[in-house]
């Protein structure tokens, strides 16, 4: 119940074309998803948050979009762009909680120029 | 601002042994958690540590230890050392761990068990 699964585990876009990464999860205790973004070599970096009280959420090239119902939220990378290649990981956290992260096992995407 | 450093960057131990790894988080932040990175199994959460109180575990066994100091820092404890602790091993900082904190994560130590 404390999983969260991720896909696909690796994604081929061309640039300019959008990537979409997906998550799902069982406890429903869990109130707060972000999204990070990993280059080889160097730790996760926050991209993306969002709680269950929106939809959607927007920032740049980024958006969330969350479905409460279904237990899922997926990651859209609009206009994707060669430096956009990277590990994505999903996660979730209860209330109160986002020092402990649960997250999904990642996606590899390449954005081919 | 500085970001969370983890010192060293990279580590190599023999089976048996013990090591100690150490993490200075982002100046005000008072909560540190640890994660382990592998290949097969993801980003797998070790411990979390508030105000020098360990608040959350995940499930490593007990050669899997950590302590925070007043000043926030971190260290984490490995005992007896397995192959399968490779890894690299990440911490993150965020403000206090509760609604609305961001985790910021460091580079990480890589730990490699020979």
């Known amino acids: 119940q404390q999983q969260v699964k991720q896909s696909p585990q690796s994604l081929i876009v061309q640039k300019g074309g959008i990537s979409i990464i997906n998550c799902a999860y069982e406890n429903t205790a869990f109130d707060y998803f972000p999204w990070y973004q990993q280059f080889p070599g160097k730790g996760p970096a926050l991209l993306i948050a969002?709680?269950?009280?929106?939809s959607e959420k927007k920032e740049g090239r980024f958006t969330i979009s969350f479905n409460k119902s279904a237990k899922q939220f997926s990651l859209h990378i609009m206009d994707s762009q060669p430096g956009d290649s990277a590990t994505y990981f999903c996660?979730?956290?209860?209330?109160?909680?986002?020092?402990?992260?649960?997250f999904g096992q990642g996606t590899t995407l390449q954005v081919k120029p | 601002k500085a970001g969370v450093t983890q010192t060293p960057r990279y580590l190599i131990k023999t089976r048996g042994q013990q090591v100690t790894l150490s993490c200075s988080p982002i100046s005000g932040h008072r909560s540190v958690s640890w994660y382990q990175q592998t290949p097969g199994q993801g980003l797998q959460f070790l411990f979390e540590y508030f105000s020098e109180t360990q608040r959350n575990k995940g499930n490593f066994p007990g050669r899997f230890s950590g302590r925070q100091f007043s000043n926030s820092r971190s260290e984490m404890n490995v005992s007896t050392l397995e192959l399968g602790d490779s890894a690299l091993y990440l911490c993150a900082s965020s403000l206090s761990g509760g609604d609305g904190t961001e985790a910021f994560f460091g580079q990480g130590t890589r730990l490699t068990v020979v």
């Open positions: 969002i709680r269950p009280d929106v």
């Open positions: 996660a979730a956290s209860t209330r109160g909680n986002t020092g402990k992260l649960i």
